[in-house]
C-alpha cells in the first residue's frame, strides 16, 4: 500500500482553525518515514500539524523522521501501556517533540510524564470534558450544533469537517453585498467595458476600498499608489480580477464559521488545481479552482446552490461539476472531498482511476496548506 494522506483542520472554541491533522495511512514505518521526510521539505510552518498514524505501530516511523518544529505526534490511549510505544514516548520527548493522545476517556489515569498538550475523545461517547487534566477536543461531531454543544460541555475545540454541516435552513435569496459581487464577477467575466466595471465598483464604497487596498498591498508589487478604479482595473487586468472577486465572495459571509469555511474553500481549491495540473490544460486550471472554492458556497453564503447560480454566470465546466456532478471538473472535486472524509480504500481507487499517485495527491495536499496560510486576501 502507498502512503496515503487525509487532512482534517483543527479548531478552537471559536471556530478559528489553528493546527492541521493529517492521517497518514502507510504498510510500513520505512515507506511513512520516507514520504513524511519527502513531504517536510515544503511543509506548512504557519500552523501547527498533529501527525496521527492510522495503524498506531506505524508511530514508529518517529524514530526515522525528524519532524518539522511545528509537529505534534497523536499518541493512542490504548498503546500507553505497550512497551515500544514507552520508548517511543521516551524518545520523542528526548527530542521535544510535543504529544496528543488520542482516544482519551475521563476514567484513564494518564502517566504523570509525558505531559499531553491535547486530549482527543469521542464527543459522543465522552460527553462531558470539564474535568480534563490537558485540553480536550471533540472528535466525531455531526454538525455546528453539537460543536457548541461539546464546547459547553468542557470541550476547547474540536477536529474534524462538522463545520461543513449545519442544521439553519437556507435563505432563498442572497444578501444584497452577496449580489453585489457576483453582478461584479458576471461584468468580468463577460468581458464587460472597464468603464461598466468602473461604474459598478462606484456603486459599492466597500469594494472599491477592498480592491485598491489589494492592489496598492506589498504583495502587489507595484512602484507607484493606485488611486483610481478604472487604474486598478487595467493593472490587474480581467483573468486576475475574476480571480480576486471569486475569492473575495468566499470571504463575504458573515456567519460564525466563516474563518474555518473560507480556509476550507481555499484548501479545496487550490488542491484540485494542483491535480488537475496533471490532467487537464493549464487554461482550464483557473475554473479547477474557482469549482473548489465555489463548492461550499451555499454553506458559506447561507443559500441553496441554486440560488446562487441563477444570478452568477460561469463556464459550464463548472456548473456541471457543481450541480450535477459531471463533466472534466467532477472527478476532481470527488477526489477533494474523498481527501477530506472518505476512506483510503475510495481515495485509492480514484487515484487509480485519474492516473494519479499517492505522492501527487499528498504533495498537493501540503502545497495547498501552505498556498491557504499564506494567501493574504482583504
Known amino acids: 500500500m502507498s502512503v496515503l494522506i487525509q487532512r482534517e483542520p483543527v479548531l478552537n472554541r471559536h471556530k478559528t482553525i489553528t493546527a492541521s491533522r493529517l492521517r497518514v495511512h502507510a504498510s510500513s514505518v520505512e515507506a511513512?518515514?520516507?514520504?513524511?521526510?519527502?513531504?517536510?521539505?515544503?511543509?506548512p510552518e504557519s500552523r501547527d500539524v498533529f501527525v496521527s498514524f492510522v495503524d498506531p505501530a506505524m508511530a514508529d516511523t518517529l524514530l526515522y523522521w525528524q519532524p518539522p518544529l511545528n509537529v505534534m505526534l497523536e499518541i493512542r490511549a490504548d498503546r500507553l501501556g505497550d512497551a515500544a510505544t514507552s520508548a517511543l514516548i521516551a524518545d520523542v520527548v528526548g527530542r521535544q517533540i510535543p504529544l496528543c493522545l488520542d482516544d482519551y476517556n475521563p476514567g484513564l489515569p494518564l502517566p504523570l510524564k509525558p505531559?499531553?498538550?491535547?486530549?482527543?475523545?469521542?464527543?459522543?461517547?465522552?460527553?462531558?470534558?470539564?474535568?480534563?487534566?490537558a485540553s480536550p477536543l471533540a472528535k466525531g461531531l455531526a454538525d455546528s450544533d453539537?460543536?457548541?454543544?461539546?464546547?459547553?460541555?468542557g470541550y476547547a475545540g474540536a477536529v474534524g469537517w462538522f463545520f461543513l454541516h449545519t442544521p439553519r435552513e437556507p435563505s432563498a435569496r442572497l444578501s444584497p453585498g452577496h449580489a453585489r459581487i457576483i453582478d461584479l464577477l458576471n461584468l468580468v467575466r463577460n468581458n464587460a467595458e472597464v468603464s461598466e466595471i468602473e461604474l459598478a465598483l462606484k456603486k459599492d464604497v466597500t469594494l472599491a476600498f477592498k480592491l485598491l487596498r489589494y492592489i496598492n498591498s506589498a504583495g502587489f508589487g507595484l512602484a507607484n499608489e493606485v488611486n483610481s478604479f478604472r487604474h486598478a482595473v487595467t493593472m490587474m487586468g480581467y483573468d486576475k480580477l475574476n480571480r480576486w472577486l471569486s475569492l473575495l465572495l468566499v470571504n463575504a459571509s458573515q456567519d460564525h464559521s466563516a474563518p474555518a469555511l473560507m480556509q476550507t474553500a481555499v484548501i479545496r481549491g487550490r488542491f484540485m488545481e494542483q491535480m488537475g495540473a496533471h490532467l487537464?490544460?493549464?487554461?482550464?486550471?483557473?475554473?479547477?479552482?474557482?469549482?473548489?472554492?465555489?463548492?461550499?458556497?451555499?454553506?458559506?453564503l447561507g443559500t441553496r446552490m441554486e440560488v446562487i447560480f441563477e444570478q452568477l454566470q460561469l463556464p459550464g465546466n463548472i456548473t456541471e461539476a457543481l450541480l450535477d456532478q459531471r463533466g472534466d471538473i467532477a472527478p476532481?472535486?470527488?477526489?477533494?472531498?474523498?481527501?477530506?472524509?472518505?476512506t483510503a480504500e475510495e481515495?485509492?481507487?480514484?487515484?487509480?482511476?485519474?492516473?494519479?499517485?499517492?505522492?501527487?495527491?499528498n504533495s498537493a495536499q501540503i502545497e495547498a496548506l501552505v498556498f491557504a496560510d499564506k494567501l493574504q486576501f482583504s
Open 32 to 43: 511513512a518515514a520516507t514520504e513524511l521526510a519527502r513531504l517536510a521539505e515544503a511543509w
Open 115 to 133: 505531559g499531553f498538550r491535547f486530549l482527543l475523545s469521542d464527543a459522543g461517547t465522552q460527553p462531558d470534558m470539564s474535568e480534563a487534566p
Open 146 to 153: 453539537a460543536f457548541t454543544e461539546a464546547i459547553a460541555h
Open 280 to 300: 487537464l490544460p493549464k487554461a482550464q486550471l483557473d475554473n479547477v479552482f474557482i469549482a473548489g472554492a465555489f463548492s461550499i458556497l451555499d454553506i458559506l
Open 332 to 342: 476532481l472535486l470527488a477526489l477533494a472531498r474523498t481527501v477530506e472524509t472518505g
Open 347 to 361: 481515495l485509492q481507487r480514484q487515484l487509480a482511476a485519474l492516473g494519479l499517485s499517492a505522492q501527487q495527491c
